[in-house]
Nanobody, 125 residues
Framework: VQLQASGGGLVQAGGSLKLSCAASGFTRNDYAIVWFRQAPGKEREGVSCISSRDGSTRYADSVKGRFTISSDRAKNTVYLQMNSLKPEDTAVYYC???????????????????WGQGTLVTGSS
C-alpha cells in the first residue's frame, strides 16, 4: 500500500487549505483513511477518518465544524478540507490506512496498513 499526502503550506489564521492523500495498492476493500497530525513536542493526534465501506466519518472535537473529510473513489484520493485555520492547527499532517475508522493512535506505526509522508501545515497568527 502506498499513500502520498500533499497540500500543506503556510496560511494565515482564518484561512483554508485542502490536503490530499492519494492511495494505491490496496488488496482489501474494507479500510479507513485516517488523518493524524503531530505538532512539535506533542503526541500524534487523530484528526479525522473516513471508512471505505460506508463512507462514515469521524472528527476530533478540536476540528469539528471546521474540517471536512471526503473521498473520490475514481481517483483513490481522500481529501481534508481545512477551514478557519488556527495557529494551533500547525502540525505535520499524515494520512494512514487503518482497518477501521478510529482516531486513536495505536502504539506503533506498524499496526497500520500504510502511512503517507507528512505534509506541513502552518497557521500563522
Amino acid at each position: 500500500v502506498q499513500l502520498q499526502a500533499s497540500g500543506g503550506g503556510l496560511v494565515q489564521a482564518g484561512g483554508s487549505l485542502k490536503l490530499s492523500c492519494a492511495a494505491s495498492g490496496f488488496t482489501r476493500n474494507d479500510y479507513a483513511i485516517v488523518w493524524f497530525r503531530q505538532a512539535p513536542g506533542k503526541e500524534r493526534e487523530g484528526v479525522s477518518c473516513i471508512s471505505s465501506r460506508d463512507g462514515s466519518t469521524r472528527y476530533a472535537d478540536s476540528v469539528k465544524g471546521r474540517f471536512t473529510i471526503s473521498s473520490d473513489r475514481a481517483k483513490n484520493t481522500v481529501y481534508l478540507q481545512m477551514n478557519s485555520l488556527k495557529p494551533e492547527d500547525t502540525a505535520v499532517y499524515y494520512c494512514a490506512a487503518d482497518y477501521a475508522c478510529s482516531l486513536i493512535y495505536g502504539d506503533y506505526d506498524d499496526e497500520y496498513i500504510g502511512w503517507g509522508q507528512g505534509t506541513l501545515v502552518t497557521g500563522s497568527s
